[in-house]
């Protein structure tokens, strides 16, 4: 089936404005995560939705920083007022139920590209 | 502070040859370990995992080891082949679903 995907694949905007990612996660896993991986770095956890549980907002970075996920499927991450410091890819993953075991793998889209002049 | 640490970025290994890559972690509470592969403008895509009951886990060409007395592990591919270049990312999770990443170690094997 398909996997996780995302869009846009890359985004260019100016400081300031506000952008949103989109990600579609694997049909029926009821677990999404967004991750961000700056130049350089490790993929960085930014939050973790879980069926109808409140999301795990721990690596948000900012208040600029915002994500839902409507109708337990499709997410958009929200940043507000981009700063050249956001510049990154950012991925997307989905899991079947949002253990870490075994049977529990994260599946990870393309990312978005997003750089901030 | 990292809690993952690859500290080889990179590493450089003949077709054919063993290639080794290793992961160092401080957080005694990951209980879950994965190696994902990641080649460029794709997504990382899950190779091989091991929990922390476990010493030892093999998946055709790859093997995962866990020290968890040293906090390491490492990733062997053997025979290493060109199509195996990527970029190699350590993972670890407290059972808490949240992965904790390494920074990455590109491997690229030489025909």
């Known amino acids: 089936g398909a996997g996780v995907s995302q869009s846009p694949s890359n985004k260019v905007t100016e400081k300031g404005k506000d952008v949103e990612l989109r990600c579609d996660p694997i049909?029926?896993?009821?677990?999404l995560y967004w991750y961000r991986q700056s130049l350089g770095q490790g993929l960085e956890f930014l939050i973790y939705?879980?069926?109808?549980?409140?999301?795990?907002k721990s690596g948000l970075p900012s208040d600029r920083f915002s994500a839902e996920r409507t109708g337990g499927s499709v997410s958009t991450l929200t940043i507000q007022r981009t700063q050249q410091e956001d510049s990154a890819v950012y991925l997307c993953?989905?899991?079947?139920?949002?253990?870490?075991?075994?049977?529990?793998?994260?599946?990870f889209g393309p990312g978005t590209r997003l750089t901030v002049l | 502070d990292q809690q993952v640490k690859q500290n080889s970025p990179s590493l450089s290994v003949q077709e054919g040859r063993i290639s080794i890559l290793n992961c160092d972690y401080t957080?005694?509470?990951?209980?879950?370990f994965l190696w994902y592969k990641k080649y460029p403008a794709e997504g990382p895509t899950f190779l091989i995992s091991?929990?922390?009951?476990?010493d030892k886990n093999e998946d055709g060409r790859f093997t995962v080891f866990l020290n968890k007395s040293a906090k390491h592990l490492s990733l062997h591919i053997v025979p290493s082949q060109p199509g195996d270049s990527a970029v190699y990312f350590c993972?670890?999770?407290?059972?808490?679903?949240?992965?904790?990443f390494g920074k990455g170690t590109k491997l690229t094997v030489n025909p």
């Open positions: 091991i929990s922390s009951i476990k």
């Open positions: 993972a670890a999770s407290p059972w808490s679903e949240k992965l904790v």
């Open positions: 993953a989905s899991s079947p139920n949002g253990g870490a075991s075994s049977t529990d793998t994260q599946y």
């Open positions: 957080n005694s509470m990951f209980d879950y």
């Open positions: 049909s029926g896993h009821t677990a």
């Open positions: 939705f879980q069926g109808n549980s409140a999301p795990d």
